[in-house]
């Protein structure tokens, strides 16, 4: 099981079960490395079926535990308090403990490594029945989004997903009678589809911008909203299909819209595929993507000059100390979050300018070509970052993106 549908499992049932995004005071007991999630998810398959008794159930705890819930959304920019991360964990911990024991037998049966024979007609049926707990529920359409025709081998580089899987995600992603739990679990296989090269249908393209342009359903936050955004607006770009620009780049230009998401509408026009009666809309981006990295640049610095502040009110500055065997000292705590945060808002905008700057010509190629030089200093500048005092990143960060800002301002 991949780490994108572990952090999913968590941030889906997030939307049924808390009223806000969730930060990650667990990361001590996530685990994230393939072999070991294979080994615990082997241990919660082989639990008893009646999985009557805490000890029976331990290895399911310890799975969707560690596994599904402690890596969620880790970046700072979704923080909120542990105090209702614990209450979440206990309420969804809670619902495995009350579910019928033969839902988890059956969904330990399904979830065999290549899920064959008649055991994947009754993954949907689990889906769609109100008689499994969302849990089952949820859990069965992540298998469904993992349904493979052929696994991926040496000379064919990725897996080839199952088209029926595919065309029930699609049916489940454009229904409004599933909940939307469930309606986000079928948008994340969409998307691995996607990756892989295996959505083209129109019907499918037709389902992902309908839920795009869905506002928040009941007990829906707009957390969760963004995300379900963020999540389609990926999938749109991974499809390249042409003539998504009018659909995405207002995204890109809401200055109101959360930075997560117009960095996913960056990356997704870079990704795109441009006709010659699209080429003009392509070059007109450039420049709305040059600017968000000085958006993402400026929010960075002004994070800095706040936590720089709190410091010297509080009389004390953080400090990491070192580790047995390291020979230089970690980072300032300020100085890793301004990577981290950095570095990733950068790879959508330069994802962006690069696919860009390949249909582009005269001016609006001279354009991306300096915006892609300076994000260039922006990550070497990050990567090497490590052993810089906060000030003096916060200067060579805002001196960067004024390049940006005057090739930008001077197109």
């Given amino acids: ?36 999630m294979s080994t615990m998810r082997s241990a919660a398959r082989k639990a008893k079926r009646s999985a009557s008794t805490a000890a029976e159930r331990k290895p399911i705890r310890d799975y969707v535990l560690k596994c599904g819930i402690a890596p969620i959304a880790t970046p700072e920019n979704y923080a909120t308090d542990g105090k209702q991360l614990a209450t979440f964990r206990e309420n969804i911990l809670d619902m495995i403990d009350q579910s019928p024991s033969q839902t988890h037998a059956e969904i330990v049966s399904l979830c065999e490594k290549h899920f064959i024979g008649s055991r994947r007609d009754k993954l949907p049926g689990i889906a ?41 995600m699609t049916y489940v992603v454009g229904s409004n009678k599933y909940p939307q739990y469930l309606r986000i679990a079928a948008l994340n296989g969409l998307r691995r589809h996607a990756a892989c090269g295996a959505v083209k249908s129109k019907r499918t393209l037709d389902a ?16 969760a909203l963004v995300w379900q955004r963020r999540l389609a607006i990926e999938t749109l770009g991974l499809m390249k299909a042409p003539a998504l620009e009018k659909e995405i780049t207002p995204y890109l230009t809401n200055k109101d819209a959360p930075l997560e998401l117009r960095c996913a509408a960056a990356e997704a026009l870079g990704r795109l595929k441009y006709a010659a009666t699209t080429k003009a809309q392509a070059e007109s981006a450039i420049a709305p993507v040059g600017a968000l990295a000085v958006v993402a640049c400026a929010k960075q610095v002004d994070r800095i000059t706040a936590e720089l502040a709190l410091e010297e009110k509080e009389g004390q500055v953080l400090q990491v100390p070192r580790g047995p065997g390291e020979e230089d000292a970690p980072a300032h705590p300020i100085v890793q979050k301004t990577r981290r945060i950095l570095l990733t808002q950068l790879e959508c905008v330069e994802t962006g300018v690069a696919g860009l700057s390949e249909v582009a010509t005269g001016d609006s190629k001279t354009l991306a070509t300096g915006i892609a030089t300076h994000l260039g200093e922006l990550k070497a500048l990050l990567e090497g970052a490590k052993s810089m005092q906060p000030q003096d990143l916060r200067q060579q960060i805002a001196t960067t993106a004024n390049k940006i800002d005057q090739i930008v301002a001077n197109r």
């Fill in 128 to 168: 769609n029945s109100d008689s499994f707990s969302p849990p089952a529920r949820l859990n069965a359409m992540l298998v469904i989004a993992e349904l493979n025709e052929t696994e991926a081998t040496r000379t064919q580089r990725v897996p080839k997903p199952s088209s029926m899987a595919g065309q029930y």
């Fill in 208 to 223: 992902v911008l309908q839920i795009l342009k869905e506002d928040a359903g009941p007990g829906m936050t707009d957390e």
């Fill in 1 to 36: 099981m991949k780490r994108s549908r572990n952090i999913l499992l968590s941030m889906i049932v997030c939307v049924v079960c808390v009223n806000a995004t969730l930060a990650n005071p667990y990361a001590k007991i996530a685990v994230k490395d393939t072999k070991t």
